[in-house]
């Protein structure tokens, strides 16, 4: 997804984020979003850690465009409330003893 820099700062990208993840919450069983930023865009990853995006990797020189590298941050949206274990699972239970 990207916003041309004519258009930037209008609300767009937000618009654009917003109804993509309207979407995904309403497809049977897919559970999160996964998405690459270069790491160096501050603007877009504020965007995305505002609609609740958290960064999970980092990727160094991932992404090449002419002589240059770019850093690339891996991030992810859970389009479910994450469950609280209780405890451990049974069968792990019975191999410890």
Avoid: W
Wanted: glycine share 10%.
């Amino acid at each position: 997804m990207y916003v041309h820099a004519d258009a930037s700062g209008r609300g767009i990208g937000r618009r654009l984020i917003q109804e993509t993840i309207k979407r995904a919450r309403e497809i049977e069983g897919l559970e999160q979003i996964n998405l690459t930023v270069v790491a160096s865009n501050s603007r877009a990853k504020n965007l995305y850690f505002s609609e609740g995006f958290k960064s999970f990797a980092m990727e160094e020189r991932g992404l090449k465009m002419g002589e240059t590298y770019y850093d690339e941050e891996q991030m992810a949206l859970r389009l479910f409330k994450e469950c609280v274990q209780q405890g451990a699972p049974a069968d792990a239970k019975k191999r410890r003893g």
